[in-house]
Nanobody, 126 residues
Framework: QVQLVESGGGLVQAGGSLRLSCAASGRTFSIYGMGWFRQAPGKERQFVAAIKWSGGVSTSYADSVKGRFTISRENAKNTVYLQMNSLKPDDTAVYYC??????????????????WGQGTQVTVSS
């Protein structure tokens, strides 16, 4: 099992920035990749960004966040980050981090991930 704890959410004005963190514990040796998803009220959970956990840096992003969000990792701390800039009201959602415990596929589907955090709320006011 891998346990995930997200932090860094909050209320920010449009155009502002936030940095989310997700710390992993437990069987962290089983991590091949980590991702961020988000779920707005009444909508399905959707992919935001993903990063390969070891070796060279490989990332993927949803079109809606490219150029504004950056995913990064700090392996020594078993932590992944999501730097969010130029935030928009449409970015308002609960943000979840997730672990892919299988060879990394840059997965963008919920089923590509094996462990999930409890989520952190991000609210962007207009």
């Amino acid at each position: 099992q891998v346990q995930l704890v997200e932090s860094g959410g909050g209320l920010v004005q449009a155009g502002g920035s936030l940095r989310l963190s997700c710390a992993a514990s437990g069987r962290t040796f089983s991590i091949y990749g980590m991702g961020w998803f988000r779920q707005a009220p009444g909508k399905e959970r959707q992919f935001v960004a993903a990063i390969k956990w070891s070796g060279g840096v490989s990332t993927s992003y949803a079109d809606s966040v490219k150029g504004r969000f950056t995913i990064s990792r700090e392996n020594a701390k078993n932590t992944v980050y999501l730097q969010m800039n130029s935030l928009k009201p449409d970015d308002t959602a609960v943000y979840y981090c997730a672990v892919e415990a299988r060879p990394w596929t840059a997965g963008q589907r919920l089923g590509d991930y094996d462990y999930w955090g409890q989520g952190t709320q991000v609210t962007v006011s207009s």
